[in-house]
């Protein structure tokens, strides 16, 4: 008996926020309610699906038969050139992909012009939304360099709380891989904080 036929179909979810400060509870729960036995998640802010290792995971197991859910378009794929090339690498595998939101699903072997005319629509109109953003956040800098005369551009310095001060001790007698998984903290930020102290200590000695 062959492998295909001794494994159950199963039922994939695929989950991805773009920022910190979002989470995957919404899309999860739907993705569950939808039926999906494992989720794959992951923070990304790219455009490719280049360096996301989850979605590179489910990529690499779905077999034919499966299914592949994902909430939205824009939570698999943030161009058009990129949402094709991996709605047609999954369908070529025999594997199916609905986006729940949208109301679309793509079968293997099924081309259905108005699926595909609808797939490119929102596929246009979420890049045409981030061009937007893009756009009215450039036009936001431009104003305040005008008309704020001590605007700063970039992020706001972090506040240095007690996480983050101890994480600074522990640096001091620990590697910070050894840091970063104790305290939960990015390397990136290990390495700001640890700039902002010194930064903070040189500013301290000069003004006392």
Do not use: C
């Not at 899309?27 to 699906?49: C, M, P």
């Amino acid at each position: 008996m062959s492998r295909k036929s001794e494994r159950n179909l199963a039922i994939y979810g695929y989950s991805r926020v773009s920022t910190s400060n979002q989470d995957y509870k919404t899309q999860i729960f739907k993705l569950e309610d939808a039926g999906a036995d494992k989720i794959f998640s992951e923070k990304y802010t790219g455009t490719k699906k280049e360096g996301r290792k989850e979605l590179e995971e489910l990529l690499s197991i779905v077999e034919k038969g499966d299914l592949v859910l994902v909430t939205k378009i824009d939570r698999l794929a943030r161009s058009i050139v990129d949402l094709n090339g991996i709605i047609s690498k999954l369908n070529s595998s025999g594997v199916t992909i609905t986006f729940l939101d949208n109301s679309l699903t793509f079968e293997p072997n099924k081309n259905d012009s108005m699926q595909t005319l609808m797939m490119n629509m929102l596929g246009s109109f979420a890049q045409f939304e981030r061009d937007l953003i893009v756009t009215r956040t450039q036009e936001g800098k431009q104003w305040h360099r005008a008309n704020q005369k001590n605007y700063k551009e970039g992020r706001p310095k972090r506040v240095l709380n007690d996480h983050y001060k101890l994480a600074l001790e522990l640096m001091e007698t620990h590697s910070m891989r050894d840091v970063e998984k104790k305290m939960k903290i990015s390397l990136s930020t290990l390495n700001r904080i640890k700039k902002q102290a010194a930064e903070e200590k040189v500013l301290k000695v000069v003004n006392d």
